[in-house]
């Protein structure tokens, strides 16, 4: 039996991805875990299906902007062309996702310290409000994502810093003027297709 101050140390020491794969490679089943850093360079093996659960949880909690919630801000304030600013709003909002999780894959292999896409509001307690809760969180929206270290954003959790404050609405009211402004371009022929 351990004793406590042994117990302690093992805690406290970092485990490499090395000696994690080890761990993971002497499971019954190693297939079905796969190593995880768990902030600090300490890494861990997780099953792969808390990881599924995970994933499920954030994408029902941090919803992103959809086509219907576009065409619906267009049809409610009476813009002409709604549905086809609405598409282009949606592509821009995709590209400026994947913008992201490149430039934060580029810093991480300029820098050689990890960075990660963090939302300003992270994913919330929404146990309290429920109904009210999708239509004022910001959800997956790329005006509610920046780039960060992974130690700054481990370090912030879920906590709100405060930093800017967005609603879900104030992010689909962005997402269609990017939109409507590239339509209004190619209109003025300022954009080749």
Do not use: C, W
């Amino acid at each position: 039996m351990k004793t406590y101050l042994q117990l302690i140390f093992e805690v406290r020491t970092i485990r490499s991805k090395e000696d994690a794969e080890k761990m993971r490679q002497e499971k019954e089943n190693p297939d079905d875990y796969t190593v995880r850093n768990k902030g600090g360079g300490h890494h861990h093996p997780i099953l792969k299906d808390r990881l599924k659960g995970q994933r499920q949880r954030r994408g029902s909690v941090m919803r992103s902007i959809t086509m219907q919630d576009l065409v619906d801000y267009g049809n409610r304030n009476l813009i002409p062309d709604t549905k086809k600013i609405a598409r282009k709003a949606l592509s821009i909002e995709r590209k400026r996702k994947r913008d992201q999780r490149a430039d934060a894959q580029q810093q991480s292999q300029d820098s050689g310290e990890q960075y990660d896409v963090d939302h300003i509001m992270p994913q919330m307690d929404k146990k309290k409000y429920t109904d009210r809760f999708h239509k004022i969180h910001p959800g997956d929206a790329s005006d509610n994502r920046r780039v960060i270290s992974q130690r700054e954003n481990l370090r912030k959790g879920s906590r709100d810093q405060g930093d800017k404050k967005m609603t879900r609405a104030r992010a689909i009211y962005m997402a269609f003027l990017r939109g409507a402004e590239e339509e209004e371009n190619k209109k003025k022929g300022q954009i080749q297709k």
